[in-house]
């Protein structure tokens, strides 16, 4: 991790942007635009993802990292979730259902091994050198 220098370098932040951005063009291209309360709670979700990767990223330490990666995780979980109830309320079709819930089972497993690699780092982050 101690050559990565912003947190746009990072894998599992740039792939939550992806996430984001496809929860965006869901949300500006079909009916979900008008289901607001639940357009609302998955574009925050989507978007609590890659925030707290960045947010955490900053805090320069593995500890404060690690928390906020924990709610970056639980965020794609969160999405996850919210993913069905799209799907079942038939806003999304088969394939697009199918290829979100993999991306966020994807990061979610990466953010949790990055969380695990961090756990066991030596390096404690920046603020503490």
């Keep these: 991790m101690s050559t ?9 932040w740039q792939l939550a942007r992806v996430v984001c951005d496809d929860i965006f063009k869901i949300i500006a291209n079909t ?4 289901d607001y309360k639940l357009k609302e709670q998955i574009n ?3 978007g609590s993802i890659m925030d707290n990767i960045a947010e955490g990223f900053e805090r320069d330490g593995n500890k404060e990292f690690t928390q906020f990666l924990s709610i970056a995780k639980a965020s794609c979980g969160e999405t996850r979730s919210q993913l069905y109830r ?10 697009t259902f199918t290829d979100l819930k993999d991306k966020t089972l994807l990061l979610g497993n990466k953010i949790g091994a ?6 066991n780092s030596e390096f404690k982050g920046s603020k503490y050198k």
């Design 31 to 34: 009916d979900l635009k008008n």
């Design 86 to 95: 799209i799907s079942d309320r038939k806003y999304i079709d088969e394939d």
């Design 44 to 46: 925050g979700a989507s």
């Design 4 to 12: 990565i220098q912003k947190f746009e370098d990072l894998e599992i």
């Design 114 to 119: 990055f969380i695990k690699y961090l756990k």
